[in-house]
């Protein structure tokens, strides 16, 4: 069974930093695409940040590109999401997405495993 634990969410003020961390396990294969979709109460789910475990190709959203950087340690099987610069717009709940179909799961048909989610706050 696979599964993604997240951790590293938190409150922080705007232009501080976080990093999310997501553990994954059960994967029978070794290539697929991790990464964090976020969402904002009545809005759809935003795909943001993403990495193939096979090439480590990576993927930004215009609304977090420069500011985000996304790694995998293979030996850990673990993504990490290090946001810098934040901003109030960045509060989301923020959840770790694998997929073994699509190497970049920008939208969540797309998406085949699921975090539970971690709240990330930014006070002005």
């Known amino acids: 069974e696979v599964q993604l634990a997240e951790s590293g969410g938190g409150l922080v003020q705007a232009g501080g930093s976080l990093r999310l961390s997501c553990v994954a396990s059960?994967?029978?294969?070794?290539?697929?695409?991790i990464g964090w979709f976020r969402q904002v109460p009545g809005m759809v789910r935003e795909g943001i940040s993403f990495?193939?475990?096979?090439?480590?190709?990576?993927y930004y959203a215009e609304s977090v590109k420069g500011r985000c950087t996304i790694s995998f340690d293979n030996a850990k099987n673990t993504v990490v999401l290090q946001m810098n610069s934040l901003k109030p717009e960045d509060t989301a709940v923020y959840y770790c997405?694998?997929?073994?179909?699509?190497?970049?799961?920008?939208?969540?048909?797309?998406?085949?495993?699921w975090g539970q989610g971690t709240q990330v706050t930014v006070s002005s």
């Open positions: 997405a694998a997929s073994i179909r699509k190497s970049t799961p920008a939208v969540m048909a797309d998406v085949d495993y």
């Open positions: 990495i193939s475990t096979n090439d480590g190709n990576t």
């Open positions: 059960g994967f029978t294969d070794d290539h697929y695409a």
